[in-house]
C-alpha cells in the first residue's frame, strides 16, 4: 500500500469514527504515521482528501453495483435492491459510516445523489412488469427504505438487518 493510499484509509476510518471536523491533520498525520507535509503534498488540503474520499469510494461502490441494474427478472431486481444496502455497508462499513455523517456536506450529497439517479426508473420499470397499480410511488416507497435501512446498518454495524430484508421482500411480489 502506498503512503497516499495508507492517508486516505486512515482519514475514512478517523473521519468516520469521529467525524471530519474533529480530524485535524495532526491526528490524521500522527495515526498514519506521515507527516501533515505528505498529506497535503498529495491531497492538497483536508477538504480534498475528503472529496478524494468520498468520490473513490462511489466509483468502488458503482464497480460493485453495476451487474446488479441489468437484472432482467423485475422480482428478481427488486430483491437485490432490497439487498443491496446491506451488501454494500458490510463490504465498506467505514466509507457508508462517513456518508451517514456527511448528509449535510453538499458533495457528498451529490455524489450519493449521481449513485442513486438510474434506480428510480429502473425500479418503477420493474413494478411496471410486476403489476403494481402505482408503480413510480412504489419505487420511490422502496427506495426510502433502502436510504433508511443503510443509515441504519452504517450507524450500527451490530443490527441484524437480515430478518428485515426478508419481510420486506415478502410485501414485494407479482400483482394479479
Known amino acids: 500500500m502506498s ?14 469514527d469521529r467525524g471530519y471536523e474533529q480530524v485535524s491533520t495532526q491526528l490524521l498525520a500522527k495515526e498514519a504515521g506521515v507527516s501533515e507535509a505528505l498529506i497535503f503534498k498529495h491531497f492538497g488540503t483536508k477538504e480534498q482528501l475528503l472529496v478524494s474520499i468520498i468520490t473513490t469510494g462511489y466509483q468502488r461502490v458503482v464497480e460493485q453495483v453495476r451487474g446488479r441494474l441489468t437484472e432482467e427478472d423485475a422480482l ?18 467505514a466509507f457508508w459510516k462517513l456518508q451517514a455523517r456527511l448528509t449535510e456536506v453538499e458533495f457528498a450529497r451529490k455524489q450519493h445523489a449521481r449513485f ?12 411496471e412488469q410486476l403489476g403494481y397499480a402505482q408503480p413510480e410511488q412504489e419505487a420511490h416507497l422502496l427506495l426510502l427504505l433502502v436510504e433508511t435501512l443503510w443509515k441504519v446498518q452504517a450507524a450500527n454495524p451490530q443490527e441484524q438487518m437480515q430478518d428485515m430484508l426478508e419481510f420486506i421482500k415478502t410485501k414485494y411480489g407479482r400483482q394479479n
Open 116 to 127: 442513486l439517479q438510474p434506480l428510480p426508473a429502473l425500479l418503477q420499470k420493474a413494478f
Open 3 to 16: 503512503r497516499k493510499q495508507l492517508i486516505a484509509q486512515t482519514a475514512l476510518r478517523l473521519f468516520a
Open 76 to 93: 428478481a431486481f427488486v430483491h437485490n435492491m432490497i439487498d443491496l444496502p446491506y451488501e454494500l455497508v458490510q463490504k465498506e462499513p
